[in-house]
């Protein structure tokens, strides 16, 4: 079980408790399945794809860290998955 301050179910979810942020919006495409997460300050999502899952994670790092670790134990990440993580969140550029 994912522990998380709220489950988010599918794309436009996911982008309105990011604030449709420049890095989610380009990282989840408008045709695959996705479902996240948010704890906190951060939010964690998931694709299924024909390799994966697949995932990101933004926001700050101690509930990132911890979302990606809960989604790990909870099965939801195989072999040869992975998320993509940013090193540190970009400013926003003012562009919608």
């Known amino acids: 079980m994912i522990v998380a301050d709220e489950a988010l179910d599918g794309r ?7 604030d449709r942020h420049p890095f989610v919006r380009h990282s989840l495409p ?3 399945p996705a479902r996240g997460w948010r704890r906190a300050a951060a939010v964690c999502w998931l694709l299924t794809v024909e390799h ?3 995932g990101g994670v933004i926001g700050a790092a101690a509930p990132a ?3 990606v670790g809960a ?3 909870a099965g939801r990440v ?5 998320f993509t993580c940013p090193v540190r969140t970009p400013r926003r550029s003012g562009r919608p």
């Open 65 to 67: 860290i911890d979302l």
């Open 12 to 18: 436009d979810a996911i982008l309105a408790a990011t």
């Open 30 to 32: 408008d045709h695959e």
């Open 71 to 73: 989604v790990a134990a």
């Open 52 to 54: 994966g899952p697949i």
């Open 78 to 82: 195989v072999p040869g998955g992975g």
